[in-house]
């Protein structure tokens, strides 16, 4: 349902993105991993639509990407995009109020408490049903990007774009964020792209894990070449291996030209 096609992406002189070709389907979950710079961020936000791409084209759908993000697509960045000044659940409302009500900003009456129930049943689903009353600045960092997640799925996404979600948090609330993540995407059919610098978070979520890297490198003119998918793992057979893991380790650890070991 998304297709990637022979897609470029160059700031200036810089080329950091060169002929990707990817076909994902409805409800799989890419993990993204690579050397830190090497252009994943940058193809997060081509697939939000956060950024035009210098060649190629993404379709959604067999159409066009459009050219701003819209709610097709629920994106959670590292750090939290929460209002500070609003309470958890005016945080979650909000994503039902400004597409329902333009002006204002805020809904009324009977169309306002069926938003205030959405918005906290999802903050219920995501664990955070203690603290609706609570202000970001009062919630762990956990719990903050637990309050990020709501936010996002509470649009409806049918594609989730996680840009290393959980990189700020402690181990032990990493597992649990996990945990909820996995749950989340296993009921639903969202489509999820996950930014991580964390390979076992990548292999233990993904179905899928997409390495990007350089395969050409010119010393001389170090922005000349960008990166591609260089490997395209599958995690729902049994084949995806130690070997596997290595070919990822190497890449996230900038080791541009290595052998897929017994492959
Ligand atoms: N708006 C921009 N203008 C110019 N250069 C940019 C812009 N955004 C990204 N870049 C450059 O593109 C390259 C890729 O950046 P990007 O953030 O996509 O990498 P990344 O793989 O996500 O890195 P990291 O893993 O460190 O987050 C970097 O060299 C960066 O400097």
Redo the contacts with the bound molecule.
Sequence with gaps: MIEVCNLWKQ??D?V?LERLNLRVKEGEFCSMV??????????LRLLLGQERATRGEILFDGEALPAEPDAHRGVVFQRYSVFDHLSVLRNVMLGLELPRARFTGRLFGARRRAAREEAAAMLERVGLGAALNKYPQQLSGGMQQRLAIAQALMMKPRVLLLD?PFGALDPGIRKDMHALLSDLWRESKLTIFM?T?DLKEGFTLGNRVLV?DKVRIDPQAPGAYGARITYDIPLDRPRASASAIHVAQAAVQGASRIELLSD
Excluded at 34 to 43: D, L, M, P, Q
């Design positions: 700031y200036g810089q950091v690579g050397a830190s710079g090497c252009g994943k961020s940058t193809f290393e930014v610098h990007f």
